[in-house]
């Protein structure tokens, strides 16, 4: 399967930005799928994930309670709704998505997943 992310840009720290991840020439439905990220000089870090079915999801203490990951499968887009943004969530972002795991599957390991999307760039401006 193929991921190509979409809808990062620019905005003010208390802004709000959908991230999208359209996944081409696979089961998407088959993939549980995550978000990481990775800001200048720093190691990737885990964002959120979610399960094949869409009904179990992960997230970082960092953005819990501001941002949300869901899924359409009929689409095959996975999308994550960034509200309340603050400057140190600038930084490059990526979806991924791993190929195994029960339906309830979810994991914050960069490691499980086996496929990535390029980055799409997150800048928060105070």
């Known amino acids: 399967v193929r991921l190509v992310p979409s809808g990062g840009g620019s905005v003010q720290a208390g802004g709000s930005l959908r991230l999208s991840c359209s996944a081409s020439g696979g089961t998407f439905s088959r993939y549980a799928m995550g978000w990481f990220r990775q800001a200048p000089g720093k190691e990737r870090e885990f964002v959120a994930a979610i399960s094949r079915s869409g009904g179990d999801t992960q997230y970082a203490e960092s953005v819990k309670g501001r941002f949300t990951v869901s899924r359409d499968n009929a689409e095959n887009t996975v999308y994550l709704q960034m509200n309340s943004l603050k400057p140190e969530d600038t930084a490059t972002y990526y979806c991924?998505?791993?190929?195994?795991?029960?339906?309830?599957?979810?994991?914050?390991?960069?490691?499980?997943?086996?496929?990535w999307g390029q980055g799409t760039q997150v800048t928060v401006s105070s």
């Open positions: 991924a998505a791993a190929a195994w795991g029960s339906s309830s599957y979810t994991s914050p390991r960069s490691n499980d997943y086996g496929i």
